[in-house]
Every structure is written in C-alpha cells, then in structure tokens.
C-alpha cells in the first residue's frame, strides 16, 4: 500500500512539472492565459495543480517567500502613488508566477529540476520524430494538425500546437526556413511557441543533465538526444549558449583534459560562429530601424515585434525614463507607446529594466547569484557564474524568464525554502 501510495506522489509531482513545462511553451492562447488572462480554465489550471501540490506536500510559507511576496505589495504600493494608478492583474501574474514557482522548489527542491531534464528528454524525441514528418511531408502533417491542434495559437509563427509539438507558421516568417543548396529545412519549435525558445530549454536541461551526471558524457543517451535537437532549431541564441556550456564542461575536467580540449574547443566555437544562420542573424540585428518601424508601426495600426538587440535598446531607453520603479502595469508609459506606436520588445534583461527599472534589476541579479551558488555547492561543481551567465544570455534575448519554469531556476535558493531540511528531503536529496 505504501508503495502505490508513493507511486501516485511520483505522478503527481511529474504532471505538475509537465504542466509547468508546457505552459513555458506559451506556444497556444490556452497556455498563455497566465498572462493574459484570456482563458479561465487555462488560467486556473496551474494555480489549481499548485495548491494540490501544498496539501500533497504539507507545504508552508517561508520567511524569505513571506519578505518577496510583502516586498512586491510594497512595490506596487510605490508604483500606485507614482502613477496615481493600481493594476491589479499586473500584480496578480507576478503573484501567480511567484506562487508556481515556489511550490515547485518547495515541494520537489532539486528533484524539479530532474524531473524538468526527463519531460524534455521526452518532448525532445517527441519533436525529432514529428520535426522528421515534417521534413519529408510538410503538408500532410500541417493538415493532419490542423484537425487536431489544441487551443488558438498563442502568435502569428505558431501555425498550429498539438501541446507537445508546434507548427511553425512559415508564411511571413521566412527566417523558420533554411534553405541548403537544393532543399530547405523548417526549423524546429517542438512544444514551444518558435525555435529559439526550444533551444534555451533544451540548454537548460543538458546543463542540468552535466550537472547531475557528474559531467558524464559516455553512454549518455539524454545528452545525445539534447544535441541533435538542438541542432534542429537553427538557433543563434540555443548554439550561443551550448557552446557557454562546453567551455562550463571543460572547465570541470582535469587540468591536462582542459588543456587536450581546449583547441577542439576553440576550432568547434569558430566554426560555429561561422555557420551561415549564425552570421545572417547577426546582420539582420543591425539592419534594424526603429524609428523606421515606429512610423510603419503607427501608419499602418500594425503590432511590430524587434529583433533582440533593438529590443534591449527600446527598453532601456523606457528604464532611462523610469529608472527606480520601471513603469510596472503602465503600459502606455512606453516611449513608444506615447508615439502612438504598437512595439511588442522580446528581451527579458530588457523588460526587467524597463517594467521594475533598478528595484527589479537588482532583486533578479541577487537571487540569480544566490541560486548559482546554491547549485554549485549542492550538485559539487566548478564554475557558479555559469549558470548565471546562461540564465543571462537566455534573458537578453527572451522574456520567459518571468515564467514559473525560468523563475524556479533563479529563485532556488535556501533564502526562500523552508530553513529547516525534513529526514525524508535528506533521504532524497542522497538519491539523486
């Protein structure tokens, strides 16, 4: 009885961080309604898992969540005397991110993330095995989706999701198209909303694989997987930071292996920054206009979303207007907004700065530092700045670090959990 009791926590825990995980896809209308609201049950959904997930877990509230959550009232008690305004759902998604994230650290501590490397492992070969039909026969699978997708798409380059795979939506975004010589390639999303966000995840689960492997890469079939769907996706960003992670794996080799490696390093990062779609990423970035698409932008009543870098630039210049507090909920605050323009920014490091100014710059760049350490000292390795520095690079170029998934990597710190580790936690945390 005991064991099957044990086996129903184990599923439990599993669907909640696989609902976690979707959800980071924001790929459909569905998941994305923990920020926009849009769809109650996709909305409640999480939040309903979270609370079974307290009673399941016997979960309390600790000092350090206590302080962030009253930090974060007092916050917007600031940005309410500032703009004479309150935003309640502005509060509400932060809340509900906060309160997701915690219950996953809370009740699974590291195990979260063992269980997030397995759900990704499983999406990956998921993808690979669709991202292959598609290859050979696009439109047959495209209506084969069609009929069965789940929930709206959630932007215009989804196409259509089956929850644990996406179809790009390659008209009007010819970048998802590679063309080699005399055939071209779609680039792979899996469950995620496009293919550059897929890569941050699957980074995201081979350093937790190096990590908790001891960086064993022999007979490690997950790290395989990891890679060749990475490869799928094309993704400046997703090949940027996997080779950050192969300089983190030599790093914690032996000092005669760090030296054997470090040339094929050097040849493999040269080669790869090379790579064609590396190369023409980077040059679009530069061809960008802002005050171009802030013309068109208000001509034609038409949604623009830039490229990464002029992301960061429209978004500081936001914190430069409201460098303390950010604008918070003021959307129409934004420099560009004012003109009468609708700019979508996509950079995370750029939205913090911009909505929480240097309150929320700091309170990120702090509790990231603390969780690095705190990963560092718990799975013995090398090296702490570099999952800081992943987490960095994967927020330059995308917001979801405010999602609960993201968020569990940057709060997993001892200064929001219990402060007092129960003998069934220690018996666990030895098995990993």
């Known amino acids: 009885m005991n064991n099957i009791h044990q086996q129903k926590i184990v599923l439990v825990d599993f669907i909640f961080v696989f609902l976690i995980v979707i959800y980071a896809g924001s790929a459909t209308t569905f998941v994305r309604s923990t920020n926009t609201w849009e769809n109650l049950i ?20 600790s000092k350090g969540f206590a302080y962030l959550l009253i930090g974060f009232l007092v916050y917007n008690i600031a940005l309410t005397i500032k703009f004479h305004e309150i935003h309640p759902r502005f509060m509400g998604i932060y809340v509900i991110s906060f ?12 195990r979260f993330f063992v269980y997030f490397e397995t759900i ?3 999406l990956c070969i998921i993808a690979l095995f669709f991202w292959g039909i598609q290859s050979i026969m696009p439109d047959t699978l495209k209506s084969i989706f069609q009929l069965i997708s789940f929930s709206e798409p959630g932007s215009g380059n989804v196409e259509s999701n089956i929850i644990i795979y996406t179809l790009p939506n390659t008209e009007g975004f010819e970048s998802y198209v590679l063309n080699f010589g005399g055939f071209s390639i779609i680039r792979n999303a899996g469950f995620t909303w496009e293919p550059g966000a897929f890569a941050c995840y699957i980074n995201l689960a081979i350093f937790v694989n190096l990590i908790r492997t001891k960086f064993t890469i022999r007979k490690n079939s997950r790290l395989f ?13 997703g090949f ?57 932008s208000i001509t034609n009543d038409e949604e623009f979303t830039p490229q990464r870098i002029q992301s960061l630039q429209i978004d500081f210049i936001d914190f430069l207007n409201n460098p303390i507090l950010g604008y918070g909920g003021q959307l129409e605050e934004q420099w560009t907004a004012k003109l009468g323009a609708n700019i979508s920014t996509i950079s995370g490091i750029g939205k913090v700065l911009a909505v929480f100014g240097l309150v929320g710059i700091f309170f990120f760049f702090i509790n990231l530092k603390n969780s690095s350490v705190d990963f560092a000292n718990y799975f013995h390795f090398e090296g702490w700045a570099f999952p800081f520095i992943m987490i960095v690079m994967i927020s330059v170029s995308y917001s979801i670090i405010f999602g609960p998934l993201l968020m569990s990597f940057w709060l997993m710190n001892r200064r929001y959990l219990m402060s007092t580790e129960t003998s069934i936690y220690k018996n666990i945390r030895n098995k990993i």
Do not use: C, W
């Open 42 to 61: 996709g909305l409640l959904l999480p939040i309903i898992f979270s609370i079974i997930m307290v009673f399941k877990h016997k979960i309390r509230i």
């Open 99 to 110: 309160f997701i994230s915690y219950v996953a650290i809370s009740s699974l501590r590291f």
């Open 120 to 122: 990704l492992y499983y």
């Open 225 to 237: 997987i990891f890679f060749i769907s990475l490869i799928t996706t094309f993704s400046t960003t």
């Open 240 to 296: 940027t930071i996997f080779m950050m992670l192969l300089i983190f794996y030599a790093y914690n080799q032996h000092l005669k292996h760090r030296i054997l490696f470090a040339p094929v390093l050097i040849a493999l990062i040269f080669y790869v920054s090379t790579l064609p779609f590396m190369t023409e990423k980077i040059s679009d970035n530069s061809e960008y206009d802002t005050e171009e698409m802030i013309e068109n």
